[in-house]
């Protein structure tokens, strides 16, 4: 498929999708939402991808935030309506994909970007990565999943911090306080999570696609109940008894990465 604003990238089993807006510093605009939810769509059938790397085109941003003109003279339906369209199209789509998605965070992350963000599986950040919401200087609060994603990765205390000051936080901060994983050189970025995404990879993609949904079900009261089906329900799989052969045989498992 032909976008006008993503570069994909599929070698390996591993897609690195390229935000590229860079006049925009990658701002996210209806256009590249919409590309973003066909990509995903399309990855999710896709057997031949197992993990995806998500980044911003330049040095400069990974995504600077969301695209203001597009939303500038909405009313209060039209706002709601976006919110929950780009939540369910591309944010909560990310979230819920039975394939892990790696934020790659290169330079500015904000508003929208830090959502986008944040709805991937982990993050590896840059050194020169710069994270924060900073929707309050509109009058608006973060309507990507900001709320409610922020206080689960860093606390409630420095997520209410966060967004109440709009400021923005260094990479290193961001590693401090649990926000992403990882802070690399600009230069080692995607070398890096690259790295992480071939090891994925080579693991049975049967297994993460479950421990996928029981993760995101670890803040509800069905959390437990949902391992503990999910667990059962592997052992009937074909990788479950590659991976126990190779494992008792002394060898590399072959998964099939099938049910």
Excluded: W
Aim: aromatic share 6%; net charge negative; glycine share 8%.
């Amino acid at each position: 498929m032909d976008y006008n604003h993503l570069l994909v990238k599929t070698e390996n089993n591993i897609s690195v999708v390229t935000l590229n807006r860079p006049e925009a510093l990658n701002a996210l605009n209806k256009e590249l939402l919409n590309e973003l939810s066909l990509f995903l769509e399309a990855a999710e059938s896709n057997p031949e991808i197992r993990v995806i790397i998500l980044t911003g085109s330049g040095e400069k941003s990974f995504v600077a935030g969301a695209d203001i003109k597009e939303f500038s003279d909405f009313d209060g339906r039209e706002g709601e309506l976006l919110s929950r369209e780009g939540q369910k199209r591309v944010f909560d789509k990310i979230e819920n994909l039975s394939k892990p998605v790696i934020a790659a965070v290169n330079g500015f992350a904000l508003g929208g970007g830090l959502e986008l963000a944040m709805s991937c599986h982990f993050r590896i950040a840059s050194d020169n990565a710069r994270l924060g919401l900073p929707e309050v200087t509109l009058g608006l609060i973060p309507g990507y999943g900001g709320t409610q994603r922020l206080p689960k990765l860093v606390g409630k205390g420095r997520a209410a911090q966060m967004i109440f000051t709009a400021e923005m936080i260094s990479a290193q901060r961001a590693y401090e306080i649990g926000l992403v994983n990882e802070v690399v050189s600009q230069a080692e970025l995607l070398e890096r999570a690259q790295t992480i995404a071939t090891k994925i990879a080579s693991n049975s993609s049967t297994a993460i696609a479950k421990a996928i949904q029981t993760l995101n079900a670890s803040d509800s009261d069905s959390g437990f109940d949902l391992e503990i089906k999910s667990f059962g329900e592997l052992f009937e799989t074909a990788d479950f008894k590659e991976g126990v052969a190779a494992f008792l045989e002394k060898r590399k498992a072959d998964f099939s990465h099938r049910n």
